[in-house]
């Protein structure tokens, strides 16, 4: 079993920037891959950034640019920077991992983007 506690969230006024971390119970290095999702209020979680063994990354589309995921093998974590804050990025944010074609998934953090 792993455990994964996000933190980093909170009320950030457009135009600001945070980051996010995943904080994991288990070794990162181990981790076939790792990614941010968000769920926005009424609307299905989507996937923001992932990475997988080697550094390859993806990013969705629209968000390439904004976001950037990066991976500390010492401390065991995942991060998500996120730069020039919209409205629209108000979501929670969620932490997931795959050890072994299992996935496993944090409780979330709530980012909320408003003046």
């Known amino acids: 079993q792993v455990q994964l506690v996000e933190s980093g969230g909170g009320l950030v006024q457009p135009g600001g920037s945070l980051r996010l971390s995943c904080a994991a119970s288990?070794?990162?290095?181990?981790?076939?891959?790792m990614a941010w999702y968000r769920q926005a209020p009424g609307k299905e979680r989507e996937l923001v950034a992932a990475?997988?063994?080697?550094?390859?990354?993806y990013y969705q589309p629209s968000l390439k640019g904004r976001f950037t995921i990066s991976r500390d093998n010492a401390n065991n974590a995942l991060y998500l920077y996120v730069i020039s804050l919209k409205p629209e990025d108000t979501a929670v944010y969620y932490c997931?991992?795959?050890?072994?074609?299992?996935?496993?998934w944090g409780k979330g953090t709530l980012v909320t983007v408003s003046l």
């Open positions: 288990r070794s990162v290095v181990s981790a076939d891959s």
């Open positions: 990475l997988w063994t080697g550094g390859v990354t």
């Open positions: 997931n991992a795959r050890f072994a074609d299992e996935d496993y």
